[in-house]
């Protein structure tokens, strides 16, 4: 956009305004310099001050009607309208007067770029004429237009003093927009804050004054809480009571899962090496074990070895040891126990897994590897069968320790469980925990729970076995807070992980719906999400604990006799223990089948929606 025709472009140099011109009317004549070449030289005789006055005033009129004047904003009359018919905006801004001079400001805007132009206009120091200088600040062919307009108006100046300098263009925001500067008035703090009715100057308060500001400002805890909202309602609501159903409805379902594999290991196991056996004998021809039948095989060896050498142990030596004993005090003693055990249930699920792989390759392998894959199920057969006799050690000694609390007099079943239970949220409470972290968690949660049945009935039988007097209520109320114990500490640990790490309780209905299916023997997505539990070295704590007791009240007849009643007693425990297999079992089964159908419904419904 060309800012003036071609026909105007002779000057931008004005040698004097019609405002100007007026005004300087009334004004003495500025002396030449010495060097002007118009001056009269020594020895001239010098008109007189009247005639020079009236040659003054005729060339200047002479000048004006000359010279065209060149109109005061040319980019604002460009800018009404630009080349495609937009209209436009044309500001202009009057920044005040600096030597003698005034600076104007003008901005065009159109066609979506910005030109802004700073006109400068002073005076020179004869009063000759004024200097008008622009700076462009702003985009597109505009600004080019204007900037090589100004080049070409300085390049023709010539006989006057120099411009003065540019001023500094103003910060543009984006090429568009131009930022002002806030002025002086603006920044003044203290009238800012005198003006903020929500500010007052603690100084000027008296004691009555603040306090009964204090009184009437609404919430006094203002300063330091929040105004809540539903999303933290929800999380209240679900911290106090949705979580805490549904982390022990989970716990107690991977209790039942633990015990039923539990009775699975001293019923189902023992029923199929015994059919096993029965038909070799009858068949008399050797065949090739398959997979599960080495698996039977292998877990009952290590349930004999580990019964056989548990009975070696005398127990009531070990109970002396861990109580007389004064260095380490028995809470302390039992957490010590407490953390191998768990890093023995962590290592013992891998040394099984690797044992039954090694089964499945023995049963599937060739003639030709058949040696290998026997000296590795060998192998693996003696390290699960040498962990699992340690592991069982490890819960015995465990067991008699929470015996000892329990039957001593001095309080010390209390501070066992206040020691064991705090240590336990704090080294999980305060931590980062994924998702899959909490779900196994929840898990060993569960197998633990079983373990302190498992030493509970360890207590029973010592009971039975070596108290004296009323025992039974006494026993009733330990194990009662034991239990009540153990599961609120549970609850509270699992509620406080969750809001920490923003786990929604429809989290813990998905580790109950994993743990159903594979209850029911479904294939999940991960193999992480099922529950690990080897049952071995419980079971042979139980099986040491409760032979004593069988022991005990068997009579004293001849051999044969004796051996019915212990064919007898085996029989009634049997058949005890497979009705509460079966029972046990076919709860798991039609509870996890109700809830997967749920699950689904519910995601149907969900996903329908």
């Known amino acids: 956009?060309?800012?003036?025709?071609?026909?105007?472009?002779?000057?931008?140099?004005?040698?004097?305004?019609?405002?100007?011109?007026?005004?300087?009317?009334?004004?003495?004549?500025?002396?030449?310099?010495?060097?002007?070449?118009?001056?009269?030289?020594?020895?001239?005789?010098?008109?007189?001050?009247?005639?020079?006055?009236?040659?003054k005033q005729k060339k200047r009129k002479e000048a004006i009607d000359d010279f065209p004047v060149i109109p005061e904003d040319p980019v604002a009359e460009q800018c009404g309208n630009d080349s495609s018919g937009t209209v436009v905006e044309s500001t202009s801004e009057n920044y005040g007067?600096?030597?003698?001079?005034?600076?104007?400001?003008?901005?065009?805007?159109?066609?979506?770029?910005?030109?802004?132009?700073?006109?400068?206009?002073?005076?020179?120091?004869?009063?000759?004429?004024?200097?008008?200088?622009?700076?462009?600040?702003?985009?597109?062919?505009?600004?080019?237009?204007?900037?090589?307009r100004a080049e070409e108006d300085r390049a023709e100046m010539n006989g006057s003093k120099e411009p003065l300098p540019p001023a500094q263009p103003e910060p543009v925001v984006n090429g568009n927009v131009a930022n002002k500067l806030d002025t002086a008035e603006s920044l003044d703090w203290k009238r800012l804050m005198s003006e903020d009715p929500n500010y007052l100057y603690a100084v000027h308060k008296s004691p009555a004054k603040y306090f009964l500001d204090e009184m009437y400002s609404g919430n006094s805890l203002?300063?330091?809480?929040?105004?809540?909202?539903?999303?933290?309602?929800?999380?209240?609501?679900?911290?106090?009571?949705?979580?805490?159903?549904?982390?022990?409805?989970?716990?107690?379902?991977?209790?039942?899962?633990?015990?039923?594999?539990?009775?699975?290991?001293?019923?189902?196991?023992?029923?199929?090496?015994?059919i096993k056996l029965w038909r070799f004998l009858t068949a008399r021809q050797f065949k090739r074990l398959s997979a599960a039948e080495l698996c039977d095989f292998g877990c009952f060896l290590v349930l004999a070895c580990g019964v056989i050498l548990l009975g070696q142990t005398d127990i009531s030596l070990i109970y002396h040891m861990i109580r007389g004993q004064g260095t380490i005090k028995l809470y302390m003693v039992y957490n010590v126990l407490e953390i191998i055990d768990k890093l023995c249930q962590s290592f013992g699920g891998d040394v099984f897994e690797t044992l039954f792989n090694s089964a499945e390759g023995l049963a599937t392998c060739s003639q030709e590897n058949m040696r290998f894959w026997i000296r590795r199920f060998v192998s693996d057969q003696?390290?699960?069968?040498?962990?699992?006799?340690?592991?069982?050690?490890?819960?015995?000694?465990?067991?008699?320790?929470?015996?000892?609390?329990?039957?001593?007099?001095?309080?010390?079943?209390?501070?066992?469980?206040?020691?064991?239970?705090?240590?336990?949220?704090?080294?999980?409470?305060?931590?980062?925990?994924?998702?899959?972290?909490?779900?196994?968690?929840?898990?060993a949660d569960s197998v633990e729970r079983f373990h302190i049945s498992a030493f509970l009935l360890f207590v029973l039988a010592q009971n039975i076995l070596e108290a004296q007097g009323p025992w039974f209520e006494s026993f009733l109320f330990n194990a009662f807070v034991v239990f009540f114990c153990e599961m609120l500490i549970d609850i509270i640990k699992h509620s406080f992980l969750a809001k920490f790490n923003g786990i929604k309780p429809i989290e813990y209905s998905e580790f109950l719906e994993d743990l159903c299916k594979q209850t029911l023997n479904m294939q999940t997505e991960d193999s992480k999400k099922n529950l690990t539990f080897v049952p071995l070295a419980p079971a042979c704590v139980v099986i040491r604990v409760l032979t004593p007791v069988y022991a005990a009240h068997l009579p004293y007849s001849p051999l044969l006799w004796r051996l019915f009643w212990i064919l007898f007693l085996i029989s009634v425990t049997y058949v005890m223990l497979t009705s509460l297999k079966v029972m046990i079992g076919m709860g798991l089964q039609k509870h996890a089948t109700w809830y997967v159908n749920r699950c689904r419904k519910r995601k149907h419904h969900l996903h329908f929606d």
Request: charged residues 25%.
């Open 1 to 55: 956009m060309a800012l003036r025709s071609s026909g105007n472009r002779k000057l931008s140099f004005e040698i004097l305004s019609k405002t100007r011109s007026l005004e300087e009317d009334d004004r003495s004549l500025l002396y030449r310099s010495t060097s002007d070449p118009t001056g009269l030289q020594s020895g001239v005789a010098k008109p007189s001050r009247n005639s020079r006055k009236k040659k």
């Open 97 to 148: 007067i600096r030597d003698n001079g005034n600076v104007n400001k003008i901005s065009c805007v159109g066609s979506g770029s910005v030109v802004v132009v700073e006109e400068s206009v002073c005076q020179n120091v004869c009063g000759f004429g004024e200097l008008r200088q622009r700076n462009v600040i702003g985009g597109g062919e505009e600004m080019a237009a204007v900037a090589s």
């Open 222 to 274: 203002r300063r330091t809480t929040t105004l809540g909202s539903e999303k933290e309602r929800e999380r209240v609501y679900d911290t106090i009571f949705r979580l805490p159903w549904r982390c022990e409805v989970l716990i107690d379902v991977g209790f039942f899962v633990c015990f039923d594999a539990f009775l699975s290991l001293l019923t189902i196991m023992p029923t199929r090496i015994l």
């Open 382 to 443: 003696a390290l699960a069968m040498a962990f699992s006799i340690l592991h069982s050690f490890i819960l015995l000694a465990q067991a008699i320790t929470l015996s000892t609390c329990i039957v001593a007099h001095n309080n010390a079943l209390f501070a066992l469980l206040v020691s064991n239970n705090f240590a336990e949220i704090k080294s999980n409470v305060f931590k980062r925990f994924s998702k899959d972290n909490i779900h196994n968690l929840a898990y």
